[in-house]
């Protein structure tokens, strides 16, 4: 595993082990040199992960950064995963891995591959396993949730995934942990933000696991039809998207008009929502979705709860197809000038870009949910990590959807103080912009 600088964040050590079983061919091409120093996951750890991950034999695991390949080989030796592939940029390290998984026989099911994480495909994976720092990992996310399928998980030791909320964690005392140390991050206590280190472990004598489980790309206008005491009605589901966080409303209308707020669980593709309308008696009308997102299709069986009677049936939506490409301007958050996100497909991918007074900037950490959109900028943050503080200095964080050509959605902007205090509430501190994001279109 490898370890992570990170100015605003934590120095991390961690270990990255890949594994492949033939020689590295000969090649004139300089190799890259490993950015992280490699330390070794304790083997009680490595079982932890696998744990759970809840590893078996129908799974596919890539340990990004693997080391020695103790955890690609304890991934085939000890929970029969069917495949283990190991990605490790260190070609001395995969040469270790490759003689390591010779002397435990499990060659035939392993593979070590030499080479960068982030220029790797790791599609295939069903577990995907990390060390890596919190930086990375933030830096890993956008491509985990565009390749990975709905349903694959994400194991971390000890860093975390900065706003993205594990689905599952637990901490384990240790007597060693390891070589690490923490470095100045003024935004350690705002959840909202990606420099967010709160669940993660850090001092002390104890290891921290968690896992996330890729969700399914679910935000946009959906459409179905539902029959209630009232006869056929329409529905209609406006769903927000923050990683794994879903809100939303829904308006059904037809003999009985009535709108009110969407409660959603995910887990994988697997989708329950909770319809409650506005100002009617609780348990008087409800409607409970149970089943699965494929692409623009949400499928599954519907519960109407109508007066004291339940239906269920099998019930389908269609979610509306959008197009955000574009650029959209609206206010900047520290004065009225005007800024602008410029949206571009290329190879079938959207690309993101800020511009502020002549300034352009990538948005790195942009996620297309199909019918919506998230995103986090690190505004003053230079490439090497350093912070050029300005008024303008802090995190951007923006959520729409499309709905009926309009961009909808909530726009947060968490200012970096001259008194370098990142918290939300902070009474020193400048206090976040948050407010209701509606910007327009100015360029197709």
Not at 14 to 29: F, G, L, M, N, R
Not at 51 to 59: F, L, P, S
Request: hydrophobic share 35%; charged share 30%; glycine share 8%.
């Amino acid at each position: 595993m490898k370890t992570a600088r990170n100015v605003l964040g934590i120095v991390l050590v961690a270990a990255v082990v890949d594994i492949s079983c033939a020689d590295p061919a000969e090649t004139a091409t300089p190799r890259a040199r490993p950015s992280i120093p490699y330390v070794a996951t304790r083997s009680d750890t490595v079982q932890d992960m696998l744990w759970i991950a809840n590893a078996g034999k129908d799974d596919i695991l890539y340990d990004l950064g693997s080391g020695d390949g103790r955890i690609v080989i304890a991934a085939v030796s000890d929970s029969n995963v069917r495949r283990a592939v190991g990605i490790e940029i260190d070609p001395n390290r995969v040469a270790e891995s490759r003689k390591n998984a010779r002397k435990a026989r499990v060659t035939k099911r392993i593979e070590f591959i030499e080479g960068d994480l982030f220029a790797t495909d790791f599609s295939r994976a069903s577990i995907v396993t990390l060390f890596l720092g919190r930086r990375q990992n933030i830096k890993l996310r956008p491509k985990m949730l565009r390749i990975l399928k709905p349903g694959t998980r994400i194991v971390s030791h000890q860093f975390g995934m900065g706003e993205w909320e594990a689905d599952k964690a637990f901490t384990v005392r240790t007597k060693y942990l390891g070589m690490y140390g923490e470095a100045w991050n003024p935004f350690a206590l705002n959840k909202k933000v990606p420099d967010y280190n709160g669940n993660e472990s850090h001092f002390g004598t104890s290891n921290k696991i968690m896992m996330w489980v890729v969700p399914p790309p679910i935000a946009g206008i959906w459409r179905g039809k539902v029959k209630t005491e009232q006869g056929l009605q329409n529905l209609k589901l406006t769903l927000h998207q923050r990683l794994s966080e879903v809100t939303g409303r829904f308006k059904l209308s037809g003999k009985t008009d009535m709108e009110g707020w969407v409660s959603a669980e995910l887990w994988g593709n697997h989708t329950r929502l909770w319809c409650k309308p506005d100002k009617v008696p609780y348990g008087r009308f409800e409607l409970r979705f149970d089943g699965h997102v494929h692409e623009n299709t949400m499928k599954g069986t519907l519960a109407v709860v109508d007066r004291g009677k339940i239906q269920e049936c099998e019930w389908k939506a269609r979610r509306d197809t959008v197009d955000f490409t574009g650029m959209w301007e609206w206010p900047c958050a520290s004065d009225p000038r005007l800024v602008q996100l410029l949206i571009e497909r290329r190879d079938g991918r959207l690309f993101a870009t800020y511009f502020d007074q002549g300034q352009e900037t990538p948005v790195t950490d942009f996620y297309d949910w199909r019918g919506g959109f998230y995103f986090t900028l690190m505004i003053g943050r230079e490439d090497n990590g350093s912070i050029r503080i300005t008024e303008d200095t802090g995190w951007l964080i923006g959520e729409a959807i499309l709905d009926d050509d309009v961009l909808k959605g909530r726009i947060e902007f968490y200012p970096l103080s001259e008194n370098m205090s990142g918290e939300p509430d902070e009474g020193k501190a400048s206090r976040p912009v948050i407010k209701d994001w509606t910007p327009r279109l100015v360029k197709p």
